[in-house]
């Protein structure tokens, strides 16, 4: 109990070390605070004292890791040519999140401009959108769709 106790003492330090308290600047240099580097040493040390190291836990750590997969995406994206200058944009959310609920909006109209950048043209009219969720097994997870039309210039047609 008592080394529990002084492992949550020092990670909540080594968690306040880690919160960016702002860059001073020195010269022309700036000088950032080793917060990061103190809170993963302090944290790793702890975790050896109170014997986290051990096989099992590092087993069930990857487990865990692979599951959730904390640096993927958080949605897919996939685009369908349906026409000439017609795209249809379906998003997926992954299916353990910690956030980006409200995000899948933003996800569509980012995709949309760059779409509409990558192919040359001056602009898009929304078509259709939509949002739902996906009950599947195990997992429900977030889906949207939109279809866009991607529009050339007025003025400069040639462009």
């Known amino acids: ?10 990670m909540s330090l080594a968690a306040c070390s880690t919160l960016k308290s702002g860059a001073s600047a020195t010269g022309n240099f700036i000088k950032e605070s080793p917060g990061p580097i103190a809170g993963t040493v302090g944290g790793l040390w702890m975790a050896q004292q109170l014997g986290y ?14 599951i959730y997969d904390p640096l993927a995406p958080t949605w897919e994206i996939h685009v369908t040519q349906l026409d000439a200058g017609y795209c249809r944009i379906d998003l997926t959310m992954k299916r353990l999140t910690t956030g980006g609920d409200g995000e899948a909006r933003q996800t569509f109209l980012r995709a949309a401009r760059t779409l509409m950048a990558k192919g040359g043209f001056a602009d898009f009219d929304e078509l259709h959108y939509e949002e739902g969720i996906d009950s599947a097994r195990p997992f429900a997870r977030r889906v949207a769709s939109g279809e866009i039309r ?3 210039s007025r003025h400069f047609p040639e462009m």
């Open 150 to 152: 991607l529009l050339k």
């Open 1 to 10: 109990m008592k080394n529990t106790v002084l492992f949550l003492f020092l």
């Open 53 to 66: 190291m051990r096989p099992e836990f590092l087993a069930a750590g990857l487990v865990a890791f692979s």
